[in-house]
């Protein structure tokens, strides 16, 4: 029984898990509340964007206080991860991809007008 147990644990591991291979991905993100929206340069997204607890300790840099409550993150970046595709990821389950990055290989801040001029060109 224990065994039987340990093949379906690890099939329903595999069945979560990404098949995609790490690859680069360069472009623009956004975090706010219930948002972390990543686009590619060339606009594929937004994907949920996601990662390791390195990635996440080196974008405290970029933390933007807003007046009021909150904060807000704004940068364009290159990082090392994973595609997560055909899931229900981020607030709500409301993105079908997920970029999940392993480490953040260049990163500069951006202004709000900047990533809105980029990201409003994909959308249209």
């Known amino acids: 029984m224990r ?11 595999m069945a979560c898990s990404s098949t995609a291979q790490t690859d680069l991905y360069t472009g623009y993100y956004r975090q706010g509340f ?13 994907y949920w964007f996601d990662g390791t607890e390195e990635v996440f300790t080196r974008l405290q840099d970029f933390i933007v206080p807003k007046e009021g409550r909150g904060s807000y993150i704004v940068v364009m970046m290159t990082v ?3 595609l997560q595709e055909d899931g229900e990821f981020g607030h709500i389950g409301r993105y079908s991809t997920q970029l999940y990055a392993n480490r ?5 801040a951006i202004s709000q007008a900047a990533y809105d001029g980029h990201v409003d060109g994909f959308r249209t």
């Open 3 to 13: 065994i039987w147990l340990s093949i379906l644990g690890g099939l329903s591991l």
């Open 104 to 108: 953040i290989l260049s990163i500069e």
């Open 34 to 46: 219930e948002q972390s929206d990543f686009y590619t340069l060339d606009g594929r997204g937004p």
């Open 80 to 82: 090392e991860g994973e």
